[in-house]
Each structure stands twice: as structure tokens, then as C-alpha cells.
């Protein structure tokens, strides 16, 4: 190999790596801008009114957004009641006894409601539950939300289940335990680690959905006690408050949308921590 080979090689690896760490900072920079901007933006207007109270009427300084967070946690934790079980359940059935045409279905419909876009599943949550009960409500947010985490928690907990080691179950069974107390018991639980993270990537994901609760939870500008009445949510009091013309609602938008980031960072970093823990 002659001299000027090998520096082409040189030159050709220097460009590529060049291109590839180009592609990298390219993929970073909009997560930066999108950080310094909202902590630039909404940082100012985070202090304990902002968790305490609900907000002001137009033109009044201060308030905050005390009944869109707790609206959203009602909300988060009705659709992970609904959502959670349907999903693990679901993957534990495809994991231990589907492998015919039905399971093969079910997998396809799963991938396909997964890429349904959100505002969709919210108009068939207003069709299903808003216009029989004639009225919004958290009841009808919370099915919506619970729609898109089936299909998340599904197929990340069948992932993590296919992974236990078959010897477990054949160990389980071999000593006379029933296939479905062995999935319950053995499998599952051997895989549970990897269950949590699913969850809180789940969870993280509809966290910031806002499509859905317009057409179901709507929003409230106050306290909301009942499941069957409109509730407010964090998203949705991001959204409204953003297109509004106050200034004062504007900085709260800021602030929320500051507040829904970190938790759903927060969230994101659980996630891997637990699944990190897993591998330790």
C-alpha cells in the first residue's frame, strides 16, 4: 500500500467521522434550544403560588396552576388504572400463549393504535363516553389517556417478558405449578424491572397530551371534585393560556410548560435508572 492510499483513507476517515459528529450535534441542538428556551422563558414565574394556587382572572398578577396539576395526576392515575392492567395482562397472554393467527392480530393492532394520532383517539373518546353522558369529564379524559397507554405498556412489557430465561418457567412447571400462576408469579415477576420502565415511559408520554383532553376533560379554570364534570389539566391550561392575549397567562404558560418538562425528564431519567438497575 503506497503512501498516498493511505493518506485517502486518512482523509476519507477524518470526513467521516466529521459528518457523523455533525449528525450528532444536530440531534442534540433542538433538545438544547428547546431546554434553554423554556427555562429562559417560564423559570421566573415558578415559585409556590404557582403550585398552591389556581389561576388568576384576566389582568390580575399571579396565580398558578394547582388545579391543572392535580387534574392531571387524577387523570395520569384513572388511565394507568385502566391502561396498566389491559397492557400486562395483555403481553402476558401474547407471551405465553399466543402464537397462533389471533396473537399475530392482536400485535398488528397494537403497532397501528400506537401511531394513531392522539386527537384521533380523543374524538373516539368523545364519541364513546362525551356524547352519551352529555357532558365533559375526567372520566372520558382519563379513557382516552388509558387508549394510548395500552398499546405502549403492551408491547414494552412482551418485550421484557419474552427475555426471561425459559428455564425459569420450565423449572415452575416442572414442580406441578399451573402455566398461568407460573406467568404471574415466575415470568412476570422476573421481568418486572422492565415492566416499571414501560410504565414510566408510558406514563411519561401521555403526561403531556393535550388532544385528547380537549375533546374530553375540556378544562377548568377552578377546582373540579367530580370524575363526571370537566377538570383541568396541565396541558390543556398550557395550551389555553399560550393562545390567550394576557401577558400574565402567558408567563403561567411558560411556567407550565417549564414544570411538564422536568417531569417528564424526570420520568424518562426513573425510566432508565430502573432499567439500568436491572442490568447492574
Known amino acids: 500500500m503506497n ?10 476517515n477524518l470526513v467521516a467521522t466529521a459528518l457523523m459528529g455533525t ?11 428547546i431546554f434553554y428556551h423554556i427555562i429562559k422563558m417560564g423559570v421566573s414565574s415558578v415559585n409556590p403560588a404557582f403550585f398552591t394556587n389556581i389561576p388568576q382572572p384576566p389582568g390580575e398578577a399571579g396565580g398558578g396552576m394547582a388545579n391543572g396539576i392535580a387534574g392531571s395526576a387524577i387523570m395520569i392515575g384513572m388511565a394507568s388504572l385502566l391502561g396498566l392492567p389491559v397492557g400486562i395482562f395483555g403481553a402476558v397472554y401474547l407471551t ?23 386527537i384521533i383517539t380523543g374524538m373516539v373518546a368523545y364519541s364513546m ?3 352519551p353522558l352529555k357532558g365533559f369529564s375526567a372520566l372520558a379524559g382519563s379513557f382516552a389517556l388509558s387508549l394510548i397507554m395500552v398499546p405502549i405498556v403492551l ?13 425459569l418457567r420450565e423449572a415452575s412447571l416442572a414442580l406441578g405449578v399451573p402455566l398461568w400462576r407460573t406467568s404471574i408469579k415466575v415470568t412476570l415477576r422476573s421481568a418486572m424491572t422492565g415492566v416499571i420502565t414501560g410504565v414510566l415511559l408510558a406514563i411519561a408520554r401521555v403526561a403531556g397530551e393535550t388532544a385528547p383532553l380537549l375533546f374530553t376533560a ?12 370537566p377538570m383541568a389539566a396541565l396541558p390543556l391550561q398550557i395550551f389555553n393560556f399560550a393562545i390567550s392575549p394576557y401577558e400574565d397567562w402567558h408567563r403561567l404558560a411558560w411556567a407550565g410548560a417549564l414544570v411538564l ?3 417528564m425528564f ?12 436491572k442490568h447492574s
Not at 23 to 33: D, K
Not at 96 to 118: M, Q, W
Not at 266 to 276: D, E, I, K, T
Request: charged share 20%; hydrophobic share 50%; aromatic share 6%.
Open 3 to 12: 503512501l498516498r492510499s493511505i493518506a485517502a483513507r486518512k482523509a476519507s
Open 23 to 33: 449528525a450528532t450535534v444536530l440531534v442534540l441542538l433542538p433538545l438544547v434550544i
Open 96 to 118: 405465553e400463549y399466543g402464537n397462533g393467527k389471533l396473537a399475530t392480530a392482536i400485535r398488528f393492532c397494537a403497532d397501528v393504535l400506537s401511531g394513531i394520532p392522539s
Open 129 to 131: 363516553l362525551v356524547v
Open 155 to 167: 408491547r414494552t412489557t412482551e418485550e421484557q417478558l419474552k427475555m426471561v430465561p425459559a428455564t
Open 218 to 229: 375540556l378544562g377548568n379554570h377552578f377546582w373540579s371534585k367530580k370524575l363526571t364534570e
Open 261 to 263: 418538562v422536568v417531569l
Open 266 to 277: 424526570g420520568l424518562s431519567l426513573a425510566a432508565r435508572w430502573v432499567g439500568r438497575s
